[in-house]
């Protein structure tokens, strides 16, 4: 293969532009030519292509967002819309691509795989950790370390103030955000969509840790369940402690990567390359147990996403 493609598509997340690096550097070193393609699929209809050197990466690896800039491309799931894409791959000649985005884009990536037979390898980008295959998608690290962050300071204002927190993360249907931010930031609770929630049991768990000393509670929904503002509201009118809302919202999709997802990026990004060289396609990459793995992408979409149950009783046990 002599000259693939690269787009980020969807949400962005930090560490896509680590990712791009990977993909650009892995790709020059065998030899092969890339061409960034901007907005994600909308710049592949548009034809928005962009040749990529050694120097259009550097000093990104530690910079959120993604250089080739995101969109959503409803367009790409038409007849018409599929036509347009290959037809710019072909007047580029474009051998094989990645595909940097979450699930949505994946579906697009096993559009060109399947049917247009365009070799393509998906990379797991996403801040909400809702891909099954995986254990992790990129970004998904930093954005935690974000809300932890913001956590931190609604703990101290809240202690102060002897209130309840109600602290809104994203993840669209999946709740590893939350689950994840609660855990690691102490909360008391997390309503996530996975598990269904009862607010009476939360106004006694809130009462018992009161009476055993506690000055404060956070408790971390994810979006998929309700806003901040709406579960705030019902829980202000069954407690008498004074509860306060704050949605954390895009912030939490910004930032400088960490050093977990620069890895992953740098994984991510080689292994993908690595796989184009080697003549294969329709593959998607990820991480499991600790290794870097790669798995035919039919089968990695089709796989449902499960709640980590052991994760959410841990921080039953040892929150209050
Ligand atoms: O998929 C990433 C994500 O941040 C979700 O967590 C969230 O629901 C959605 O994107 C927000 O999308 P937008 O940036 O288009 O408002």
Redesign the pocket.
Known sequence: MKRIGLLTS??D?PGMNAAIRAVVRTAIYFGMEVYGIERGYAGLLNDEIVPMEMRSVSNIVQCGGTKLRTA?CLEMLTKEGQERAVATLNKHGIEGLVVIG?DGSFRGARVLSEQYGVPTIGIPG???N?LEYTDYTLGFDTAVNTCLDIINKLRDTMTSHERISVVEV???H?GD?ALYSGIASGAEIIVVPEIAFDIEEIVSKINHSRANGKHSNIIVIA??VMGAEQFAKQLQSVTSYSVRPTCIG?V??GGSPSMADRMLAAQFGNKAVRLLAEGKGNRVVGIRNNQIIDMDIIEAVSMKKTFNHELYETLQMISM
Do not use: L, P, S, Y
């Open positions: 969807g949400g997340a959503r979450g996403t801040i909400d809702d994203m993840g669209r999946c955000i979006e998929g895009h939490q999709r």
